[in-house]
């Protein structure tokens, strides 16, 4: 019903940045919450940004780092992601869901996930 594609992630430098898209198929995103949560080796999945018509989220850990954007005409989702960590390194993984939310189990659907890294 819903298919997601990620793109976007890398190798990059502490202090760098990186620009995340995600290409949705089957629901305008206007319609829905897209969301961006990360999940590194051995660790849960972790709520990273999410974007409605009414407005973005972030989690603790990337305010004021990352911005979450939408084109809605391409039905593409972004997240810019500056000041790069290294506790940033993990898989990044678009999702789909029918409300506002931060926890894994409320998002109907994913995309395969895009690696990133970040060196120190």
């Known amino acids: 019903q819903v298919q997601l594609a990620e793109s976007g992630g890398g190798l990059v430098q502490a202090g760098g940045s990186l620009r995340l898209s995600c290409a949705a198929s089957?629901?305008?995103?206007?319609?829905?919450?897209m969301a961006w949560f990360r999940q590194a080796p051995g660790r849960e999945r972790e709520f990273v940004a999410s974007?409605?018509?009414?407005?973005?989220d972030y989690g603790d850990s990337v305010k004021g780092r990352f911005t979450i954007s939408g084109d809605n005409a391409k039905n593409t989702v972004f997240l810019q992601m500056n000041s790069l960590k290294p506790e940033d390194t993990a898989i990044y993984y678009c999702?789909?869901?029918?409300?506002?939310?931060?926890?894994?189990?409320?998002?109907?659907?994913w995309g395969q996930g895009t690696q990133v890294t970040v060196s120190s």
């Open positions: 999702a789909v869901g029918p409300k506002r939310a931060t926890m894994t189990g409320l998002y109907d659907y």
């Open positions: 089957g629901r305008t995103i206007s319609e829905y919450t």
């Open positions: 974007i409605t018509w009414s407005g973005s």
